[in-house]
Structure formats: structure tokens, C-alpha cells
């Protein structure tokens, strides 16, 4: 049965990314907003939910124009945050990681700025909004998701941006507001002041402009460290290239063979189904507006140059997503010398030492390597109950404890 979808609109964040200030600016709302579906699920528990939340990011991004390489630190470092919040409360909530009566939160970008500001409207290059995963906000309400119900925080921002939503939610043809309930959630605490950051970031080192980005991983039911790794993925594709160049995003997704020895291996997807989790989670980010594929318009697995699957998803002609099975640590990054950049998480950093060594090798150039956060259970702020949270929040962001738990609960319904 198909997930009960919500939204949740955020208002923009305050100017440090710390646990700290965006629990307070944030906690209290997405707080809410779970134990509320958690209490859709009693009623039913057999429907999973979905919460899709709307984050804000202008202020991270800076001018346009800019490259996004510039930003990338700023932006992952927030998204990783909210993400670990969400696991945090999630945790606490003792809601479960998967099936039924388990939220899956994803974080939608939003280059938020007034739509009766003409200013920033035209300033905006016609494709940095319509293809996320920083998307506008007349593109969120113009998508064919139309969420049943709506969370908006209960402060003023957070009710000029459900107003604006609503706005331009109104003029889509067929939009039908009766099926939309709204509700109102906890804002943040008065001490996490929200700030403009300044117009242009400065950044000791030179990044550059990337159109081929590539990522690995097994990606196995798919957790909140997969989503800021692939949302920071195609965040780096630069949107400001010029119109005849294609962006390419390559996800190497390890194939079944190399996981045979893996801890509770009977409980991993098999390619196919890790597969098609991430091309379900980045045409989300990407492109919330157009109607999904039909099953029969899917594009049919390929062989790539290696003999392993590959599966091509194309976004009208400005993006591309390239899903390649691998069986070695290094995938296309050392058959396809147009890649440029690589995002590896700080499990992953010496694999892409490994890379651009055996680049090297080859006589290529060296892939720019990206790195984001990894989600961890520290939090100062909740020493009392730290243990007890560390334990469940594990298995919010690591597959092996996902497989453990779903291996657990099969043992106990025997």
C-alpha cells in the first residue's frame, strides 16, 4: 500500500548549522509533526509514512552565479544536521526504521525568496529552479505530490510561507484545497536568530565547476546518510553551465556478489531493489513537479563497460542519472576519465585517496573529492538519556543495524 504523505514547510534557518541551534530553532516542530503521524500509524498501523520536509537554503547558498562547489560544505553541513535531528527524535519516538508504522523523512532544498519579489525571480537562471534539489517554491507547489496534509510552523515566518504556498498552490489547475488539511506546529525558540550569511562565501581553497559527479555505496535500505550523499551529489551538478552541456550524476551501487559476506545478508536488497530506491529518492530532489513514469516507460537495465547493470534515467535534456553496478572499490571513476568530482562520506575519504591515485596512473586528472558529514549519536545537549538514544539511533543511519532489527522482529513473531 502506498505511503500517506505529508509536508512539513521549515522557515529559514538560523546562521549556525550546530545540534544545538537547530534543535532549538527546529526540534520542537519535527518533534510535533512525528508524534502526530505516529498516532496516524496507531490508528492504522499497516501505512508506512512519508514526511516530506522543506528546508530553506538560500542563505547557504550565496550569489548566483556562484559554483555550487563553493557552497557544498555549507549546504551538507546544515542538511546533515536536520538530518540528524530527524533521527534523533525519531529514535526517541521509538518510531521503527522500516515497514509498517515507520516515517521515512526526506529533505527537500528550497531556494526560498519571496514569488512577489520580481527581483529575485528574473535573476535566476530558468533551469537552477525547475531541477533541484534546490528547487523554488512556485516548482514545490506546482508538483503532481499534492500532500493531504500540510505542517507549517506556528510563528510568523512560518505563516508568510505557508500563505505563499497556498498563493501559488491556488493557481495550478485542478488544485483541489479541501483535500489539504493544515496544521500547525511548534516554532523555534526565540534564541535561534535567523541571519542572512554573507552574499559572497569566501573559501580559502579554489573549487571548481562540475558537471560528471560520481558516488558509490551499497545503499541498502535506503537511511538518512544515503539521502545526504545523494542529495549533496546532485547538489554539486553545476545548474549555471552552458545549455548544450548534459549533467551527468553516476551512483555506483555495489553489486549482490560482493555482498554475500555481509552481516544479516538474507535481509539485503537485491541490486535491482537498492537500485531503484535511489532513482525513487533522486527524482524526488530533483524534480518534484512532472508526473512520475509509467512502470512501462522505465528505461531497461544496460551493460556497462565492465559487463555489470546500468540503468539511465534522463531528466529532459539537463541531467542524466547514471545507476552502475560495481564490483570493485573503484567503479566508472577509473574507466570514465570525464569525471570530475567525487562525494564520499568520512567512512569512505581514503577510497577516494585510492582513486585519484590510480588516476594518476592512468595519466588522467584528479577528481575533485567532496566529503560530507557522518551522522553520529553524540549529542551534549541529551547526556541523561545519551546511552539509551545511541542505541536506537544506530539503526537510523546503518543498514547492517536496520537488517539486525528487521532480523530481530522476524525472530519474535515466530
Not at 211 to 232: P, R
Not at 243 to 256: A, E, S
Not at 262 to 283: C, I, M, P, T
Request: glycine share 8%; with cysteine; charged share 25%.
Amino acid at each position: 500500500m502506498a505511503p500517506i504523505g505529508s509536508l512539513l514547510l521549515l522557515s529559514s534557518p538560523p546562521s549556525s548549522s550546530s545540534y544545538a541551534v537547530l534543535n532549538a530553532a527546529y526540534g520542537a516542530g519535527l518533534t510535533s509533526c512525528f508524534e502526530q503521524l505516529r498516532s496516524q500509524s496507531v490508528t492504522d498501523p499497516s501505512l508506512p509514512a512519508t514526511l516530506d520536509v522543506v528546508l530553506p537554503c538560500r542563505d547557504r547558498i550565496g550569489p548566483y552565479g556562484q559554483p555550487r562547489s563553493h557552497a557544498f560544505q555549507d549546504v551538507q553541513r546544515l542538511l546533515a544536521t536536520v538530518y540528524r535531528l530527524i533521527c534523533i527524535i525519531s529514535a526517541k519516538e521509538d518510531i521503527p526504521t522500516t515497514g509498517a508504522g515507520s516515517i521515512n523523512a526526506r529533505i527537500l532544498l528550497l531556494d526560498h525568496c519571496d514569488p512577489t519579489d520580481a527581483e529575485n525571480q528574473t535573476a535566476e537562471p530558468s533551469d537552477r529552479t525547475l531541477l533541484g534539489p534546490v528547487i523554488a517554491l512556485p516548482t514545490l507547489a506546482s508538483s503532481w505530490r499534492k500532500w493531504p496534509r500540510i505542517f507549517a510552523l506556528d510563528d510568523d515566518e512560518g505563516k508568510k510561507s505557508l500563505n505563499r504556498y497556498l498563493s501559488l498552490c491556488h493557481r495550478v489547475p485542478g488544485f483541489a484545497a479541501a483535500q489539504q488539511s493544515v496544521q500547525w506546529v511548534g516554532a523555534g525558540s526565540s534564541t535561534a536568530t535567523r541571519m542572512a550569511l554573507p552574499s559572497v562565501i569566501k573559501h580559502e581553497t579554489q573549487f571548481g565547476s562540475h558537471v560528471t559527479i560520481a558516488v558509490g555505496g551499497t545503499f541498502d535500505h535506503l537511511h538518512a546518510g544515503h539521502k545526504l550523499l545523494l542529495t549533496m551529489t546532485v547538489f554539486l551538478a553545476e545548474p549555471s553551465v552552458d545549455q548544450g552541456v548534459q549533467r551527468r550524476i553516476i551512483v555506483g551501487i555495489t553489486g549482490d556478489e560482493l555482498l554475500k559476506n555481509k552481516k544479516h545478508a538474507n535481509y539485503l536488497g537485491s541490486w535491482d531493489e537498492r537500485q531503484r530506491e535511489v532513482e525513487d529518492f533522486v527524482r524526488l530532489v530533483l524534480n518534484p513537479a512532472p508526473q512520475p513514469e509509467s512502470p512501462s516507460s522505465r528505461p531497461e537495465p544496460l551493460k556497462d563497460e565492465s559487463g555489470g547493470r546500468k540503468v539511465c534515467v534522463r531528466f529532459g535534456h539537463a541531467m542524466v542519472l547514471e545507476c552502475v553496478e560495481i564490483s570493485d572499490p573503484f567503479g566508472p571513476t577509473i574507466t570514465d576519465e570525464s569525471i570530475t568530482a567525487l562525494v564520499v562520506s568520512g567512512e569512505t575519504r581514503s577510497g577516494g585517496q585510492a582513486i585519484n591515485t590510480r588516476r594518476k596512473q592512468k595519466g588522467w586528472s584528479e577528481v575533485e573529492v567532496f566529503e560530507v558529514d557522518v551522522l553520529d549519536a553524540q549529542e551534549d545537549e541529551e547526556k541523561k538519556d545519551a546511552e539509551s538514544v545511541e542505541r536506537s539511533f544506530a539503526g537510523k543511519i546503518s543498514s547492517t543495524e536496520i537488517r539486525r532489527q528487521m532480523s530481530e522482529q522476524d525472530i519474535k513473531t515466530l
